[in-house]
């Protein structure tokens, strides 16, 4: 069978952004399927592709997935007008592939939301099999947020949304929140199925040079949030908990940032206006280089701003690395992650915008260094048992492939 998948944000292990989508078309290949991955030029993803662009794209083949990377470069840094026009300029070339080659089902998945233009195409144009993964409700998130305001654009994307999963045979969502999400938009619950982010136990359990920045030393407890840095990740948290312990005079604690964001000028702006030497700011790393760091860390942090969509609605990349790498997880909000968390034992739950709490947390990580062992045992074990990509990705592969023989909900 041949799939045509279409992800902007592609990245394969060599970039610093999420491998998701490499790993499900490795296990196409794996199952004797093809696979053309249609995507744009992330800043934090690395293709595998280095020749030129002639006339705005370039191909080739990579682990043996067959790249299309269209020459439309993209930031978190960028403005939401930037960004927007980037994400319909994708849309529209990848229509015309879409409507152009040769392939079995067509494949989409968020962000952004756009990314089912194609698929809505390909359905009703061509009458193909179309199956459309949700990374995140839209516009639900950024309406929840603040970021977008306009009724007109927020119905304009209502609409994306409704179109998409109408026009999809089969839907996939990350989260039990964006389960329930696309059933409210009336699609039938016999046409989604949950397929959450999965844990790379390969990566995480190699050969991995640990390390830790220059200014970490190796008895200070070193709390990590791997990530990008913007609005919807709530760094702020993490600078009012640094900001408490300096008060207490707790010293033995860093707390390392890795990644890139529109905040983050702000966040090495404040720290350093505040005197917090306790926050270390690094750049991006890949894959195996992320390894790495986590296997000389003492606990992952998994942040975001308080928003009650993000409770249910959301499936985060480094939840799941965090616990391949057998890290307990400081977690600071409410919903499905905060309670497997609490019901598996690997962790700290504590409650939004409540810097005492958070602090509280890493203190009680520093006096009990064998409870937090313990729970770092207890994330691989729930790791393996519950979220090995490998198996997971052997579900997404069924789910697509056996499109082919179902009309559109």
């Known amino acids: 069978m041949k799939v045509l ?57 990579v682990d043996g997935i067959n790249i299309i990377e269209f020459d439309l470069a993209y930031s978190n840094r960028d403005g939401l007008f930037k960004r927007s026009w980037l994400f319909f300029k994708f849309a529209l070339r990848s229509v015309r592939l ?73 839907c996939i969502g990350l989260s039990p929140g964006i389960v329930e999400g696309i059933h409210r938009r009336g699609v039938a619950s016999d046409n989604i199925t949950l397929v ?23 008895n200070d407890l070193m709390a990590v949030f791997t990530g990008t840095h913007g609005q919807a990740n709530g760094l702020d948290a993490a600078l ?42 690094h750049s991006p790393v890949n894959k195996h280089k992320l390894a790495g760091l ?6 992952g942090m998994q942040l975001l701003a308080n928003v009650p969509a993000f ?28 309670e497997m968390i609490q019901s598996n034992g690997c962790g700290y739950s504590v409650p939004p915008e409540e810097p005492e709490a958070f602090a509280d947390a890493l203190q009680d990580a520093v006096k009990n260094g064998d409870k937090l062992k313990l729970m770092g045992v207890k994330s691989r074990a729930l790791a393996e048992s519950d979220f090995n990509r490998k198996q997971l990705a052997d579900c997404w592969v069924g789910w697509v492939t056996g499109a082919l023989n179902e009309t559109a909900v």
């Open 5 to 61: 998948y279409f992800h902007q944000h592609f990245s394969t292990p060599k970039g610093s952004a999420g491998i998701r989508s490499y790993e499900m078309a490795r296990r196409l290949i794996h199952h004797g399927h093809e696979v053309t991955m249609v995507c744009g030029s992330y800043g934090g993803g690395k293709t595998g592709l280095d020749g030129d662009f002639v006339r705005g794209r370039r191909e080739g083949i």
């Open 98 to 170: 879409a409507l152009g080659l040769r392939y079995d089902v067509v494949f989409a998945t968020t962000t952004p939301l756009t990314a089912g233009i194609p698929g809505i195409a390909a359905r009703w144009l061509r009458g193909k099999p179309f199956v459309f993964e949700v990374r995140d409700l839209w516009p639900e998130l950024p309406k929840a947020m603040g970021v977008i305001k306009s009724p007109v654009v927020l119905g304009l994307m209502s609409f994306l949304e409704w179109a998409s999963y109408r026009s999809a045979t089969r």
């Open 196 to 218: 959450p982010n999965g844990c790379d136990l390969d990566i995480f359990s190699g050969d991995n040079e640990p390390w830790r920045p220059d200014c970490v030393e190796e």
């Open 240 to 281: 009012d908990a640094a900001k408490v312990l300096k008060a207490r005079e707790q010293d033995n604690v860093k707390f390392v940032l890795v990644g890139q964001g529109k905040m983050k000028p702000a966040l090495e702006a404040r720290a350093k206006r505040e005197g917090l030497d306790n926050v270390v700011f």
């Open 294 to 299: 986590m296997a000389s860390a003492d606990i």
């Open 311 to 338: 409770y249910y609605g959301t499936s985060p990349n480094k939840f799941f690395d965090y616990i391949a790498a057998g890290l307990p997880v400081l977690n600071n909000y409410p919903g499905w992650l905060a």
